[in-house]
């Protein structure tokens, strides 16, 4: 399994990288999670955009899936015509949440392009993965993913506080991309994100071989948030996501 960082900055695009969105491939089969504000640029630096096969929307602000809609118009009005629908997978509400964006009327809105599957907890096979996913704790219906194949496991928290169910979701896991918005000492809202402190006790209380730190808000000092992950009882390796970064999971 190959894991691609296409954008890593939390909340908006920030001046190294555009918001959240991840490649995963496996077996000639290409997954992305989450497409948020400048993404499907940055994803033509490292993939074919229109050999994606599968989309999944960790949750519906908008830096994790408002590219969503340009990559309609590409996929939609591409030279050569119309590309076949792809699955998104998503919370309930994408299919009319990307039509909104797009001031379209929700039917059909992106259903010709896009096959939009409801997320739930639960797993279910998504080309060669089984991918299972669990509700985090967040201010709107968010996700975390859990990505097996080949007998290696990739987990994302998407975005979220500090949450049990990102601990099982993540356990034994191979790589954890975690969400590390917040720093400590602050004056920080509850039950929306993570500090790296708080990544890195995830990390150890789910005993992963790795953690990468992500969705790091651009006025923050990346510096710092990996201090904090590094200042816990973790003790495997521990790195701050980069666009382009790549991570050969299981070789």
């Known amino acids: 399994m190959r894991l691609t960082v296409i954008g890593c900055s939390g909340s908006f695009p920030g001046p190294d990288s555009p918001a959240s969105c991840y490649l995963v491939e496996a077996d000639g089969f290409a997954m992305l999670l989450d497409l948020g504000n400048g993404a499907l640029g940055s994803l033509q630096r490292y993939h074919d955009m229109f050999a994606i096969d599968a989309v999944c929307i960790s949750h519906l602000h908008a830096d994790h899936c408002v590219d969503l809609t340009g990559y309609w118009v590409a996929r939609t009005y591409c030279p050569g015509g119309k590309k076949p629908s792809i699955p998104v997978y998503g919370p309930a509400d994408t299919a009319d949440r990307m039509a909104r964006a797009y001031d379209f009327a929700s039917d059909p809105g992106m259903r ?44 994302y928290s998407g975005d979220t506080g500090v949450s049990s169910a990102l601990v099982d979701l993540a356990r034994d896991a191979d790589l954890l991309l975690c969400e590390a918005s917040f720093l400590e000492h602050r004056e920080n809202p509850p039950d929306m994100h993570l500090t790296g402190r708080e990544a890195g006790e995830h990390a150890a209380r789910a005993d992963v071989g790795m953690l990468v730190l992500t969705h790091l808000l651009p006025w923050n000092d990346p510096a710092i948030s990996l201090a904090e992950a590094k200042n816990t009882t973790f003790r495997g390796n521990i790195e701050v996501a980069r666009t382009g970064a790549v991570y050969e999971l299981g070789r």
Do not use: C, W
């Not at 739930?120 to 219906?141: C, L, Y």
């Open 112 to 155: 010709e392009t896009f096959d939009f599957i409801t997320l739930k907890q639960r797993s279910v096979e998504i080309g060669p993965f089984q991918v299972t996913t669990a509700a985090m704790n967040h201010p709107v219906d968010a996700y975390g993913f859990r990505i097996e194949h080949g007998g290696v496991v990739l987990a």
